[in-house]
Nanobody, 124 residues
C-alpha cells in the first residue's frame, strides 16, 4: 500500500521560509517522479514543482521559480520543498504526489498517488 505523508507546514509571515517533507512508503521510491501541488481556498489544485527519479531534472510553476526548491533523498524515500521568501498568495494546502513516469511531470492526471496535504499559511 502506497503512503505519502507530508509534514512541515505552518503559519509564517511574509518573507519567511518553510521546508516541507514528504515521506513515501509502499513503493520503489527511486523509480518514481515526484511532484508538489497546492490548493488555495476556492481554487483548483495546481502544479508547483516536480523532480525526476534521480533528482537531476526539476520543473517549477513560474510564480515560485527562484523562491522554491524541490529535492529528494532516495535513501530516505523523501522529497522536500524548500520555500523561501514566502508570500500571502502561497497560502494553500500543499500535496506531494507520485507519477510512475520518467523525467519531470507537470500534469496532475499523470500522478496516481497523493498525500493528505499540509497547510501553509502566510500572513502579510
Amino acid at each position: 500500500q502506497v503512503q505519502l505523508v507530508e509534514s512541515g507546514g505552518g503559519l509564517v509571515q511574509a518573507g519567511d521560509s518553510l521546508r516541507l517533507s514528504c515521506a513515501a512508503s509502499g513503493l520503489t521510491f527511486s523509480n518514481q517522479t515526484m511532484g508538489w501541488f497546492r490548493q488555495a481556498p476556492g481554487k483548483e489544485r495546481e502544479f508547483v514543482a516536480t523532480i525526476s527519479q534521480s533528482g537531476a531534472n526539476t520543473a517549477y510553476k513560474d510564480s515560485v521559480k527562484g523562491r522554491f526548491t524541490i529535492s529528494r533523498e532516495n535513501a530516505k524515500n523523501t522529497v522536500y520543498l524548500q520555500m523561501n521568501s514566502l508570500k500571502p498568495e502561497d497560502t494553500a494546502v500543499y500535496y506531494c504526489a507520485v507519477a510512475p513516469a520518467a523525467g519531470v511531470v507537470v500534469r496532475q492526471a499523470n500522478y496516481n498517488y497523493w498525500g493528505q496535504g499540509t497547510q501553509v499559511t502566510v500572513s502579510s
